[in-house]
């Protein structure tokens, strides 16, 4: 499959999705807002655009409009299935809840998934040869570099982000997290006949291998 203009078009797009994990963990600092309303505000966004899906595959007139409005960077089978888009939000929800107290887990473990599943799909289709499913050696590996590449040359620079961890996300840490981004990016996760979405799935568990090994890694 060729790297196509819809694709770039759709992952250019989903960088403005970075405003999630900006939100979880600046908002508060900004705006002296508490993180239960930023968790709200997250709530409030995903039920509108679950409205939105909702009646597009219910009246065809919202759903012709709304394949006007984003037809250059849907992905076919999401004409008539949930974008992937919508997922995300939803994981930055689940994030925002499961780490209220440590939001610097949610931005690290969102912008990791969204910034490396772009890279994987973008070396994937242009260059990808070893193909593994769907996918591709070649989009796994850049996925993993750049999730390394972020843990080591971007989040200990952002104001803030890594007080709680003395400035740098450690040396273990980095590889495990950034391993098991590309794994289950790259392999589907399924529950009985259901395949689950990664946009929802990934930046939870990456979230979750942070949150529970940092601890460890101090013994």
């Given at each position: 499959?060729?790297?196509?203009?819809?694709?770039?078009?759709?992952?250019?797009?989903?960088?403005?999705?970075?405003?999630?994990?900006?939100?979880?963990?600046?908002?508060?600092?900004?705006?002296?807002?508490?993180?239960?309303?930023?968790?709200?505000?997250?709530?409030?966004?995903?039920?509108?655009?679950?409205?939105?899906?909702?009646?597009?595959?219910?009246?065809?007139?919202?759903?012709?409009?709304?394949?006007?409005?984003?037809?250059?960077?849907?992905?076919?089978?999401?004409?008539?299935?949930?974008?992937?888009?919508?997922?995300?939000?939803?994981?930055?929800?689940?994030?925002?809840?499961?780490?209220?107290?440590?939001?610097?887990?949610?931005?690290?473990?969102?912008?990791?998934?969204?910034?490396?599943?772009?890279?994987?799909?973008?070396?994937?289709?242009?260059?990808?040869?070893?193909?593994?499913?769907?996918?591709?050696?070649?989009?796994?590996?850049?996925?993993?570099?750049?999730?390394?590449?972020?843990?080591?040359?971007?989040?200990?620079?952002?104001?803030?982000?890594?007080?709680?961890?003395?400035?740098?996300?450690?040396?273990?840490?980095?590889?495990?997290?950034?391993?098991?981004?590309?794994?289950?990016?790259?392999?589907?996760?399924?529950?009985?006949?259901?395949?689950?979405?990664?946009?929802?799935?990934?930046?939870?568990?990456?979230?979750?291998?942070m949150r529970y090994l940092y601890p460890l890694l101090l013994k």
């Amino acid at each position: 499959m060729p790297l196509t203009k819809q694709e770039i078009n759709r992952k250019l797009f989903h960088l403005f999705a970075l405003l999630l994990p900006v939100g979880i963990f600046y908002f508060p600092k900004i705006f002296g807002i508490s993180e239960l309303m930023v968790t709200a505000i997250i709530a409030f966004l995903l039920t509108v655009i679950v409205a939105i899906e909702t009646l597009r595959f219910r009246y065809p007139k919202i759903h012709e409009i709304f394949q006007t409005c984003f037809r250059s960077m849907l992905r076919k089978e999401e004409g008539e299935t949930i974008t992937g888009s919508t997922y995300f939000i939803g994981a930055a929800l689940i994030c925002s809840i499961l780490f209220p107290k440590a939001p610097h887990i949610s931005f690290m473990s969102l912008t990791m998934f969204l910034l490396g599943d772009a890279v994987a799909a973008l070396v994937g289709l242009s260059i990808g040869r070893i193909k593994i499913g769907k996918k591709s050696l070649e989009g796994s590996l850049a996925c993993f570099f750049l999730c390394v590449i972020l843990c080591f040359g971007l989040f200990p620079y952002l104001p803030s982000l890594l007080d709680a961890w003395g400035g740098a996300v450690p040396l273990p840490l980095i590889f495990i997290v950034s391993l098991a981004i590309t794994i289950f990016e790259l392999i589907p996760l399924r529950i009985k006949n259901f395949t689950l979405n990664d946009n929802l799935y990934v930046p939870v568990v990456a979230g979750l291998v942070m949150r529970y090994l940092y601890p460890l890694l101090l013994k």
